[in-house]
């Protein structure tokens, strides 16, 4: 069942068409991407999903409500991470999960959100004193904090270690698997890759793909290429008709040929068929970065 439902979205800065006949559903349980080169329309997009901006076409609805008319039905559904600038500097992680919880009927148990966070050793810190991490985790618990059944989590990684990304990607998966949806804003393609079920591709306003990550990439041509030295003279032609190629190619002696999974097996018969050995073969399969090259414009 889709929780989030966003048809023909539409929103502009004066003259600029920031979010251009944007349409999607997110579903109860799926960790939905939203992936996009800089000024691709990815804030403004869940930012007319929480209620925050007002769309200038289409709709939005979150649980069947609309955001912009009933944005109270809306904040208890749905958990915003906060924007650094919305916490004081010198207030403690306590003083601010205590602040949030107090803001919904039925909060959860904050203490057991530290607790899984690994925030209960900081919560005399003064927010202005945690790290890029820390922060980062605290801005999950606030998020939690409301039992929201959807959560919208906008570049939450974005400057943190690689260590603390991937401690964040875990905290996300759980969030997931303890039954909250999540939206989440990202431009890093392996995060996207990595956690999301599914994930809209934005560039300049529009949708231009909408997929499973490995549906992404299996868009790409060319998704598997095999390369190797042939130990003897070998015609490109017998290679190119091969089903399933889609290009052969020579680089420095080397023959690369393009094509699907099918294209391996049918190049290594055709190499033993003929007793000609591929030496230095590699096998590279696509990624969703190629995917994402392939599908957005050339200024991504
Ligand atoms: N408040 C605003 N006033 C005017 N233009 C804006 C405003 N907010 C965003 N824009 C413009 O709208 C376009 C989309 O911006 P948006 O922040 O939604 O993109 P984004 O994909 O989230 O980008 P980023 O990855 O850089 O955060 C950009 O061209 C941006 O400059």
């Known amino acids: 069942m889709a929780i989030v ?11 600029k068409r920031a979010v251009d006949d944007v ?11 939203i992936l996009g080169p800089n000024g691709a329309g990815k804030t403004t997009t869940v930012e007319c999903v929480e209620g925050l901006r007002r769309p200038d076409g289409g709709s939005v609805r ?3 409500y609309d955001p912009a008319v009933d944005r109270h039905s809306v904040t208890r559904i749905l958990g915003a991470q906060l924007q650094e600038s919305e916490l004081q500097p010198k207030i403690t992680v306590r003083e601010a999960l205590e602040l949030y919880a107090a803001c919904y009927p039925d909060p959860a148990d904050w203490r057991a959100l530290t607790e899984r966070l690994e925030l209960t050793e900081k919560l005399s810190t003064r927010f202005a004193k945690l790290s890029g991490g820390q922060k980062q985790r605290l801005s999950i618990a606030l998020a939690l904090v409301g039992r929201p059944r959807i959560v919208v989590l906008d570049e939450l990684t974005t400057g943190l270690d690689p260590r603390a990304r991937r401690d964040t990607w875990g905290l996300i998966k759980d969030v997931r698997d303890s039954g909250v ?4 804003v990202t431009h890093f393609m392996e995060e996207a890759q990595r956690l999301c079920d599914r994930i809209a591709l934005i560039d300049k ?12 990439i299996g868009r790409t041509a060319n998704g598997t290429a095999i390369s190797f030295t042939p130990s003897a ?9 091969l089903p399933s190629v889609a290009s052969v190619t020579h680089q420095d002696g080397r023959i690369v040929v393009n094509g ?13 068929g003929r007793g000609i050995n591929a030496h230095q073969l590699r096998v590279t399969e696509a990624t969703l970065d190629d995917a994402y090259l392939n599908l957005t414009g ?3």
Request: hydrophobic share 40%; proline share 5%; net charge negative.
């Open 5 to 15: 439902e966003v048809s023909d979205l539409r929103k502009d800065y004066g003259d």
């Open 23 to 33: 349409s999607f559903d997110v579903e109860e349980g799926e960790i939905f991407g």
């Open 62 to 64: 979150v649980a069947g």
């Open 181 to 184: 949806t999540v939206l989440l």
């Open 205 to 216: 306003g529009r949708i231009t793909a909408l997929d499973t990550p490995s549906g992404l």
């Open 233 to 241: 003279p070998l015609e490109t032609q017998l290679l190119a008709d």
């Open 260 to 272: 699907t999974d099918e294209t391996v097996h049918a190049v290594l018969s055709l190499l033993a």
């Open 298 to 300: 050339p200024d991504a």
